[in-house]
Structures are given as C-alpha cells and as structure tokens.
C-alpha cells in the first residue's frame, strides 16, 4: 500500500513558477518510479512527467519539456515537480502516481495514485 498526498497547487498568472510537492507512505519510497499526469475539465488524464527509482531517467511530454522539471528527494519520500513559464493550457488537477517497476508514459503502470491538487493558471 503506498499512500501520495500532493501539495503545492494554486491560483498562478501565466509565466510564473509554481513547484508541487508529493508526499509518500507505505511502500519503499525508493523502489518507486514516480510520475505526474494531469487533467483538464472535459479532457482524459494525460502524462506530464515520469523520473525512475534514483533519479537517473526522467521523461516529459512533449508539452512541457523545458518548462517542467521532476525531481525526487529519497531520504524525504517526496517527488516535486518544479513548473516554470506556466501558461493558461496547464490548467489541470494534477496526480502524483507511484508504480512497483519501470514505468513508461502509461497510466496503467502506475498502482498509486494521490487526490490530486489544483493548478489554475489564468492569462
């Protein structure tokens, strides 16, 4: 069982940073690869980020590459994702998900997920 709690969303004017935070229990943190999806009202849940057990290989969609960084802290049980130049169309909840094994782009190989935080970023 691996219990995320994500933090860190809010109310944002485009091209500001904002950074959020996912806090996990449960489960060897470490053995996690970790990702963040995303959705908007209307639209399916999609892939934003994804970094591997260590840190070594991190993966981004294609629409926020350059602008969006992972990172994981392992002695803390916490991935961030540090969002920069944010623009209107990144307005989406935003999930934190934990998978037992190397995960690619996919939903379904994540086995966790968090609540969700807001993101609103408003032009």
């Known amino acids: 069982q691996v219990h995320l709690v994500e933090s860190g969303g809010g109310v944002v004017q485009a091209g500001v940073s904002l950074r959020l935070s996912c806090a996990a229990s449960g489960r060897t943190f470490s053995t996690s690869t970790m990702g963040w999806f995303r959705q908007a009202p209307g639209k399916e849940r999609e892939f934003v980020t994804t970094i591997s057990r260590i840190g070594g290989r991190t993966d981004y969609a294609d629409s926020v590459k350059g602008r969006f960084t992972i990172t994981r802290d392992n002695a803390k049980n916490t991935v961030y994702l540090q969002m920069s130049s944010l623009k209107p169309e990144d307005t989406a909840v935003y999930y934190c998900?934990?998978?037992?094994?190397?995960?690619?782009?996919?939903?379904?190989?994540?086995?966790?997920w968090g609540q969700g935080t807001q993101v609103t970023v408003s032009s």
């Open positions: 998900a934990a998978a037992p094994s190397t995960a690619t782009m996919r939903a379904g190989d994540y086995d966790y």
